[in-house]
């Protein structure tokens, strides 16, 4: 598969690498054609991995995964063009995080919004689903870093879009019945809310390889 | 043990009763003294079980329970009165859950403060220690409802009380490795802001008899 990811950060080099190792060809997609770590990304991908703007990295791929901060994640998207996300279906994987000046932690937004619902207004004909925003980068593409089962969380509005991402996490080793469904892309706004209590498990474990296994009576 | 319990719904009940079976000797406390829930439950809870008033309840408790919503649980805690409050652990049970008039969820604090921060600040002779605001009621006195390994969280600026009320959650079938401290009483704003996340997983599941396990590399 032609994939798209929106976002040069540690997030989108460790998916394109994946990515590109199961096979797919993979545009890594910055804000301009120079940035550093695209270039360098490229580089060592192989011949299925190319680099590009935003908007050439969506009119490449069959499917778009956004990998910016929730924050700018509108504007990337934007700079990516509605015309390049139509019809795709389009990973979100961001979450809002806002820093104060003596780092103090919000969500922006939070409570009765979420950025997958703000991607999903914007952008009306492309398929968002909400996945892979609850764990670490390194446990997104190798789930066996935590030992056991444990759970990925998904949220969108198309049903056949959230098999299309349940297909590609199972490419990275997720089960598919580890990933639950929790309902249309309003559901982001409880995943993207698990934030907080994720840092905070970090810093009583002093590590970020850890995931949350969902156990429930039968 | 006394222990005082503010908030005599489904929750203050549930503990009450669980907390007498222990053989702690409970007072129920409700805003008026003719609260049909608490006399009610007073018929039925034995010598161990007593009510009365917000203030009767912490005035009689050693250890103190918020099981109050978390929107009036300042209001009730000033009827209780920082007098009695002072110097006791008070264990905050409570999410501050607001619904919309069209259903839709909210939490009023969120972010940068909660419901278990305002209590504290409120009343900064208290102990508080957030607890048990992650587990449906039921779960919270009997967690073998749930199969498996699964985790409380604890947040709270008296390492002390922290550990009296880990003391209480072993009663209740919690083993203390089960309980996972996430540091001071700001930490309640992280436990707090998981119950939209909650709140899917039971539409999901149907019920309510689940629970996170924390999942980790060692």
Avoid: C
Avoid at 79 to 107: C, H, M, R, Y
Avoid at 171 to 191: H, K
């Amino acid at each position: 598969m032609r994939i798209g990811i929106i976002g040069t950060g540690v997030v989108g080099r460790t998916l394109a690498t994946k990515l590109v190792s199961l096979g797919h060809e993979v545009a890594l997609g910055s804000r301009t054609k120079d940035n550093a770590a695209a270039l360098a990304w490229v580089d060592q991908a192989g011949a299925k991995g190319r680099t590009g703007t935003f908007e050439e990295a969506a009119d490449f791929g069959e499917l778009i995964i956004n990998a910016t901060s929730g924050t700018v994640a509108l504007k990337a998207l934007r700079a990516a063009g509605a015309e390049q996300l139509a019809g795709k279906v389009l990973i979100d994987v961001s979450n809002p995080l806002v820093f104060s000046p003596t780092g103090e932690l919000s969500l922006d937004p939070v409570n009765t919004d979420s950025v997958g619902e703000q991607i999903q207004r914007e952008f009306p004909e492309a398929r968002v689903v909400k996945a892979l925003n609850t764990v670490n980068t390194a446990v997104m593409v190798e789930p066996r870093r935590v030992p056991g089962s444990h759970n990925l969380f998904i949220a969108g509005n198309d049903p056949e879009a959230k098999a299309q991402v349940t297909a590609v996490l199972e490419q990275f080793g997720w089960p598919a019945a580890a990933v639950l469904d929790l309902g249309g892309i309003e559901a982001a706004r409880s995943t993207e809310m698990l934030m907080p209590f994720w840092l905070r498990l970090m810093g009583h474990f002093g590590h970020a390889d850890f995931n949350y296994a969902i156990m429930k009576a039968e």
